[in-house]
């Protein structure tokens, strides 16, 4: 059971490059979530999702897509890369906000530098 | 606008003594509160959570306080431990939405 995983750890871009973070979990999780940790503004939403196929926005969804096409994925595009979107980005999964699983479990992360 | 606020970016304790953290939210339709810990190079770990019913949580050395009035919460430590030295993170959710404070950053001194 690898919990949740991302890739790739570390990334550099230059601006108006385009790129996909990945996101999978295998705890058959039906929530999952994207949010960017930058200093002295803890962790911010940027897109969740209830279920596959199904997505919205959260707190800071400007610049990034994504897509729920199966349980177990959900990988974040920057779709043209700005210096303001260096951060570090964080994929967390929990079974069910309905059912009271607000716990959520966090992947390691990813830290993107946008030059 | 940040509607989870931790004033207190660092506290210092000395091991075997209490941890209190803080954390004050705007929200008044916030339904559940967590703390997270996370250490460096890594994702955040969660700790311990409360419901917008309850007013306490205990989980071992840890327990959580929620004053819907002063719409406040506290984390207590007891007894603090090196291994508590970490950024502790408060939120609280309303809907699928988890909204988080900016953390603060624990040192447990020997």
């Known amino acids: 059971n690898a919990g949740v995983t991302q890739t790739p750890k570390f990334q550099v871009l230059k601006t108006g490059q385009s790129m996909t973070l990945q996101c999978a979990q295998d705890?058959?999780?039906?929530?999952m979530s994207w949010y960017r940790q930058d200093p002295g503004m803890g962790l911010r939403l940027i897109h969740y999702s209830v279920g596959a196929g199904i997505t919205d926005q959260g707190e800071v969804p400007n610049g990034y897509n994504v897509s729920r096409s199966t349980t177990e994925d959900f990988p974040l595009r920057l779709l043209s890369a700005a210096p303001s979107q260096t951060s570090v980005y964080f994929c967390?999964?929990?079974?069910?906000?309905?059912?009271?699983?607000?716990?959520?479990?966090f992947g390691p992360g990813t830290r993107l530098t946008v030059t | 606008d940040q509607q989870v606020k931790q004033n207190s970016p660092s506290l210092s304790v000395q091991e075997g003594r209490i941890s209190i953290l803080n954390c004050d939210y705007t929200n008044s339709m916030f339904d559940y509160f967590l703390w997270y810990k996370k250490y460096p190079a890594e994702g955040p770990t969660f700790l311990i959570s409360i419901s917008s019913i309850k007013d306490k949580n205990e989980d071992g050395r840890f327990t959580v306080f929620l004053n819907k009035s002063a719409k406040h919460l506290s984390l207590h430590i007891v007894p603090s431990q090196p291994g508590d030295s970490a950024v502790y993170f408060c939120a609280a959710s309303v809907g699928y939405k988890l909204s988080f404070g900016a953390g603060t950053t624990v040192t447990v001194r020997a």
């Open positions: 705890m058959n999780h039906e929530y």
């Open positions: 967390a999964s929990s079974y069910s906000f309905i059912a009271g699983g607000y716990e959520q479990y």
